[in-house]
Protein backbone atom coordinates (compact mmCIF):
# COMPACT_ATOMS: atom_id res chain seq x y z
CA UNK A 1 0.00 0.00 0.00
CA UNK A 2 0.95 3.16 -0.09
CA UNK A 3 0.64 6.40 2.12
CA UNK A 4 -0.43 9.97 1.13
CA UNK A 5 -0.40 13.10 1.65
CA UNK A 6 -2.47 16.20 0.82
CA UNK A 7 -1.46 19.68 0.85
CA UNK A 8 -2.30 22.92 -0.91
CA UNK A 9 -5.68 23.91 0.76
CA UNK A 10 -6.65 27.41 1.85
CA UNK A 11 -9.22 29.62 1.42
CA UNK A 12 -9.82 31.41 -1.81
CA UNK A 13 -12.88 33.65 -3.64
CA UNK A 14 -15.65 32.57 -5.67
CA UNK A 15 -13.75 32.26 -9.11
CA UNK A 16 -10.18 31.90 -7.80
CA UNK A 17 -7.50 28.97 -8.05
CA UNK A 18 -5.80 26.60 -6.16
CA UNK A 19 -3.73 23.73 -6.58
CA UNK A 20 -3.74 20.86 -4.46
CA UNK A 21 -0.54 17.95 -3.97
CA UNK A 22 -0.81 14.52 -2.88
CA UNK A 23 3.02 13.17 -1.58
CA UNK A 24 2.59 10.06 -1.77
CA UNK A 25 5.97 7.31 -0.13
CA UNK A 26 6.73 4.01 -1.94
CA UNK A 27 8.35 2.86 -4.93
CA UNK A 28 5.57 1.30 -6.23
CA UNK A 29 3.30 4.86 -6.04
CA UNK A 30 3.62 4.58 -10.06
CA UNK A 31 1.70 1.24 -10.73
CA UNK A 32 -1.27 2.79 -8.51
CA UNK A 33 -4.40 4.47 -9.93
CA UNK A 34 -5.10 7.70 -7.69
CA UNK A 35 -8.42 9.94 -7.08
CA UNK A 36 -9.45 12.87 -5.43
CA UNK A 37 -12.54 12.94 -3.19
CA UNK A 38 -13.99 15.72 -1.38
CA UNK A 39 -16.38 15.83 1.64
CA UNK A 40 -18.77 19.12 2.90
CA UNK A 41 -20.10 19.06 6.13
CA UNK A 42 -22.84 16.95 6.79
CA UNK A 43 -22.50 15.60 3.29
CA UNK A 44 -20.96 12.03 1.66
CA UNK A 45 -17.94 11.84 0.41
CA UNK A 46 -17.99 12.04 -3.21
CA UNK A 47 -15.46 11.91 -6.43
CA UNK A 48 -13.85 14.49 -8.11
CA UNK A 49 -10.89 13.21 -10.00
CA UNK A 50 -9.03 10.04 -11.01
CA UNK A 51 -5.81 9.51 -12.86
CA UNK A 52 -4.69 5.95 -14.14
CA UNK A 53 -0.62 5.06 -12.83
CA UNK A 54 0.55 5.45 -16.11
CA UNK A 55 -0.93 9.36 -16.62
CA UNK A 56 -2.54 8.46 -19.86
CA UNK A 57 -6.10 7.86 -18.39
CA UNK A 58 -7.93 10.61 -16.59
CA UNK A 59 -11.77 10.71 -14.56
CA UNK A 60 -13.74 13.36 -13.62
CA UNK A 61 -17.21 13.84 -12.11
CA UNK A 62 -19.06 16.01 -14.05
CA UNK A 63 -19.39 18.71 -12.09
CA UNK A 64 -15.72 20.03 -12.22
CA UNK A 65 -15.00 18.57 -16.32
CA UNK A 66 -13.46 21.77 -17.80
CA UNK A 67 -12.47 23.26 -14.47
CA UNK A 68 -10.42 20.46 -12.45
CA UNK A 69 -7.13 18.78 -14.04
CA UNK A 70 -5.68 16.02 -12.23
CA UNK A 71 -2.22 15.15 -13.42
CA UNK A 72 0.54 12.88 -11.87
CA UNK A 73 4.65 13.49 -11.69
CA UNK A 74 5.78 9.40 -10.85
CA UNK A 75 9.47 10.39 -10.50
CA UNK A 76 8.34 12.86 -8.16
CA UNK A 77 5.85 10.47 -6.69
CA UNK A 78 2.87 13.27 -6.21
CA UNK A 79 -0.66 13.95 -7.72
CA UNK A 80 -1.82 17.27 -8.48
CA UNK A 81 -4.98 18.66 -9.10
CA UNK A 82 -5.92 22.40 -10.41
CA UNK A 83 -8.59 23.65 -9.10
CA UNK A 84 -10.44 26.65 -11.36
CA UNK A 85 -13.34 28.81 -11.42
CA UNK A 86 -13.89 27.52 -7.46
CA UNK A 87 -17.35 27.66 -6.07
CA UNK A 88 -18.56 28.17 -2.47
CA UNK A 89 -20.62 24.95 -2.84
CA UNK A 90 -17.00 23.33 -3.49
CA UNK A 91 -15.85 23.97 0.02
CA UNK A 92 -14.87 20.69 1.55
CA UNK A 93 -11.77 18.78 2.82
CA UNK A 94 -10.24 16.94 0.06
CA UNK A 95 -8.42 13.52 -0.02
CA UNK A 96 -6.72 11.96 -2.45
CA UNK A 97 -6.72 8.03 -2.20
CA UNK A 98 -5.36 4.89 -3.88
CA UNK A 99 -6.91 1.14 -4.36
CA UNK A 100 -5.59 -1.01 -2.78
CA UNK A 101 -3.88 -3.54 -5.66
CA UNK A 102 -1.59 -1.74 -7.87
CA UNK A 103 -2.43 -1.57 -11.97
CA UNK A 104 -6.30 -1.37 -11.05
CA UNK A 105 -8.68 1.30 -11.98
CA UNK A 106 -11.99 0.49 -9.53
CA UNK A 107 -14.96 1.03 -11.94
CA UNK A 108 -16.79 3.43 -11.08
CA UNK A 109 -14.10 5.60 -9.56
CA UNK A 110 -17.12 6.91 -7.44
CA UNK A 111 -17.23 3.81 -4.30
CA UNK A 112 -14.60 5.37 -1.62
CA UNK A 113 -15.14 1.13 -0.54
CA UNK A 114 -13.03 0.36 -3.67
CA UNK A 115 -10.24 2.80 -1.91
CA UNK A 116 -7.80 1.21 0.79
CA UNK A 117 -5.40 4.26 1.06
CA UNK A 118 -6.61 7.48 2.11
CA UNK A 119 -4.37 10.74 2.47
CA UNK A 120 -5.31 12.97 6.17
CA UNK A 121 -7.43 15.51 3.56
CA UNK A 122 -6.75 19.53 3.20
CA UNK A 123 -9.71 21.78 3.89
CA UNK A 124 -10.42 24.23 1.08
CA UNK A 125 -12.54 26.89 1.69
CA UNK A 126 -14.40 28.99 -0.77
CA UNK A 127 -15.96 32.12 -0.15
CA UNK A 128 -18.54 33.66 -1.89
Known amino acids: QVQLVESGGGLVQAGGSLRLSCAASGRTFSTYTVAWFRQAPGKEREFVAGINWTGRTTYYADSVKGRFTISRDNPKNTIYLQMNSLQSEETAVYYC?????????????????????WGQGTQVTVSS
Open 97 to 117: AAPSLPYTTPQPMARTSDFRS
